[in-house]
């Protein structure tokens, strides 16, 4: 089948990214991409509703659908990183490239750098994006291909609680018994 003028078709090896991503009303890649309402190079489409306010839609994330979708010229390709959001910063200022140079961060969560008593990275996200979501050096960014396993800095201690039944056949009576 052929494409509708004007409509955005789908890059080859391109992943919307961050996955997931929607605009301030809700609105997901998907539909930026079926209701024409970017172009491939960024651009405002044809259909861009106007109560929408100004294109491209900003998202909490503080990305947009021109960085955020393969429709609209944005995502990522598959095995490529790029932070995401591009200009991301912490509730300090930081940024991903601090996060990397300071040693704060490696690919797998906390890096040598990183201080037990300033917390988790949760501790310092903005908007709800932390350096581990956020960063491609801190194990996040744009390459939803790659897992997340970052840990908490505490080792990620989990505390079990063991129950242990004993059944008691006491002059034929059963009793049973429970440990905490």
């Given amino acids: 089948g052929g494409s509708t003028p004007g409509a955005p078709t789908e890059r080859s090896q391109c992943l919307d990214s961050p996955v ?3 605009d301030g009303n809700g609105s997901a890649c998907g ?3 079926r209701s024409s309402w970017c172009t491939l190079d960024g651009n405002v489409g044809a259909a861009w509703p106007s109560s929408h306010g100004a294109f491209p839609g900003d998202a909490l994330s503080g990305s947009n659908a021109s960085v955020a979708c393969c429709a609209c010229g944005g995502g990522a390709s598959p ?3 790029a932070d995401s959001p591009r200009e ?14 300071e040693n704060w961060c490696n690919a797998t969560g906390y890096g040598a750098g990183w201080r ?12 709800g994006i932390s350096a581990n979501v956020a960063c491609c050096a801190c194990g996040g960014g744009a390459d939803p291909s790659r897992p997340s396993t970052t840990p908490p800095p505490n080792g990620g201690r989990v505390v079990l609680r063991i129950l242990t039944v004993a059944f008691a056949d006491v002059q034929n009576g059963v009793g049973l018994v429970e440990f905490m």
């Fill in 116 to 127: 037990i008593e300033w917390g988790s990275f949760a501790s310092f996200a903005r908007n």
């Fill in 79 to 81: 095995g490529s990183c």
């Fill in 88 to 101: 991301w910063a912490d509730t300090h200022g930081r940024t991903c490239e601090d996060y990397m140079s």
């Fill in 31 to 33: 539909v930026y991409s």
């Fill in 20 to 22: 997931g991503w929607v």
